[in-house]
C-alpha cells in the first residue's frame, strides 16, 4: 500500500458521519469483507491509549507515509499545557526535547517521496464532485433509509 493512514482516518471519519452511519439496512448489505476491513480499520484508528494501535502499526511502516498528524498535534498540546516554558528561572530543555522527538516522528516520513502518477480519471471525478453540506447528506440519508421504516418497506 501507500501508507496513506491520512486519508484511512478521513474515510473512517465520513463512514461515521451521521448521515451515513444511521444507514443500518444499508450496511447491513455490504459484502462481508468490505465490513470486515472497515471494522479492523476502525480498530486500528481506534483512540484508546492514545492511538496505542495505531502508534504500533506506524512504527512498522517504511516510508513514505502520509501519517494521521492528529496523533501528534495531541501530544504537542500535551506536552506544551503539561510542562512549564522554564523550570527554577531556567529554559526547560526537557519539554524542548519532547517536542523535537514529536516533529522527529513526522519528518522520518517525509524522507522518502511518492513515485506516483497522475491518473486523469480520478483527477476529474475529484474536480467535478458535486460537494454536499451537512443538512443535504443528512436529507440524502433520510430518502435513502426513512425514519421510521423497515428494510424491506425501502430496499
Same mark, same amino acid.
Given at each position: @500500500?501507500?501508507?496513506?493512514?491520512?486519508?484511512?482516518?478521513?474515510?473512517?471519519?465520513? !463512514?461515521?458521519?451521521?448521515?451515513?452511519?444511521?444507514?443500518? $439496512? +444499508? =450496511?447491513?448489505?455490504? *459484502? &462481508?469483507?468490505?465490513?470486515? &476491513? #472497515?471494522? %479492523?480499520?476502525?480498530?486500528?484508528?481506534?483512540?484508546?491509549?492514545?492511538?496505542?494501535?495505531?502508534? %504500533?502499526?506506524?512504527? =512498522?511502516?517504511?516510508?513514505?507515509?502520509?501519517?494521521?498528524? @492528529? +496523533?501528534?498535534? +495531541?501530544?504537542? +498540546?500535551?506536552? %506544551?499545557?503539561?510542562? *512549564?516554558?522554564?523550570?527554577?528561572?531556567?529554559?526547560? #530543555?526537557?519539554?524542548?526535547?519532547?517536542?523535537? /522527538?514529536? !516533529?522527529?516522528?513526522?519528518?522520518?516520513?517525509?524522507?522518502?517521496?511518492?513515485?506516483?502518477?497522475?491518473?486523469?480519471?480520478?483527477?476529474? $471525478? #475529484?474536480?467535478?464532485?458535486?460537494? =454536499?453540506?451537512?443538512?443535504?447528506?443528512?436529507?440524502? &440519508?433520510?430518502?435513502?433509509?426513512?425514519?421510521?421504516?423497515?428494510? /424491506?418497506?425501502?430496499?
Amino acid at each position: @500500500g501507500i501508507n496513506a493512514e491520512y486519508g484511512l482516518m478521513a474515510i473512517i471519519s465520513g !463512514i461515521n458521519n451521521s448521515a451515513v452511519h444511521r444507514l443500518v $439496512f +444499508t =450496511k447491513e448489505d455490504l *459484502p &462481508s469483507n468490505i465490513a470486515k &476491513s #472497515f471494522s %479492523e480499520y476502525e480498530k486500528l484508528m481506534n483512540n484508546e491509549k492514545s492511538f496505542q494501535a495505531y502508534r %504500533e502499526h506506524l512504527s =512498522k511502516v517504511d516510508p513514505p507515509c502520509i501519517p494521521y498528524l @492528529g +496523533t501528534y498535534l +495531541t501530544d504537542l +498540546t500535551f506536552i %506544551e499545557d503539561g510542562n *512549564p516554558d522554564e523550570s527554577q528561572n531556567l529554559i526547560n #530543555f526537557w519539554k524542548r526535547k519532547l517536542i523535537y /522527538h514529536v !516533529i522527529s516522528q513526522v519528518q522520518q516520513y517525509q524522507q522518502k517521496g511518492y513515485n506516483l502518477y497522475p491518473i486523469h480519471q480520478i483527477s476529474r $471525478f #475529484f474536480h467535478e464532485y458535486s460537494r =454536499k453540506d451537512e443538512d443535504e447528506l443528512y436529507k440524502m &440519508s433520510l430518502q435513502r433509509e426513512p425514519r421510521g421504516k423497515e428494510k /424491506h418497506e425501502i430496499l
